[in-house]
Nanobody
Framework: VQLQASGGGLVQTGGSLRLSCADS????????MGWFRQAPGKERDFVAA????????VYADSVKGRFTISRDNAKNTMYLQMNSLKPEDTAVYYC???????????????????WGKGTQVTVSS
């Protein structure tokens, strides 16, 4: 599993960005995936997760209704569409993959086992 996040950048408040996470491995379609973010001086926080098929998703309350997680298993790629961005969304965003098909809300990391390098998202006020 080798994850690479991309699509970050600088955007004004209210703007949109779409992040992508590509997996160069051959088992992408059998894994749950997720997005997390870490703001300066803060712990890494959960953003969203999706099951192996895309049939189930879950979001942090802070992004619900603004962000949408999705995946294209044919392209080995996961996405995070971010709309109505706020300055508090500024962070490094990381994508992650689980060893199994389903995420687990029991754990802080939602059962993720593999982590990619992050992509910076900066929202200016």
């Amino acid at each position: 599993v080798q994850l690479q996040a991309s699509g970050g950048g600088l955007v004004q408040t209210g703007g949109s960005l779409r992040l992508s996470c590509a997996d160069s491995g051959r088992t992408f379609g059998s894994r749950a995936m997720g997005w997390f973010r870490q703001a300066p001086g803060k712990e890494r926080d959960f953003v969203a997760a999706i099951t192996w098929s895309g049939g189930s998703t879950v979001y942090a309350d802070s992004v619900k209704g603004r962000f949408t997680i999705s995946r294209d298993n044919a392209k080995n790629t996961m996405y995070l569409q971010m709309n109505s961005l706020k300055p508090e969304d500024t962070a490094v965003y990381y994508c992650a993959a689980s060893k199994v098909q389903y995420y687990s809300v029991t754990y802080r990391d939602y059962g993720m086992d593999y982590w990619g390098k992050g992509t910076q998202v900066t929202v200016s006020s």
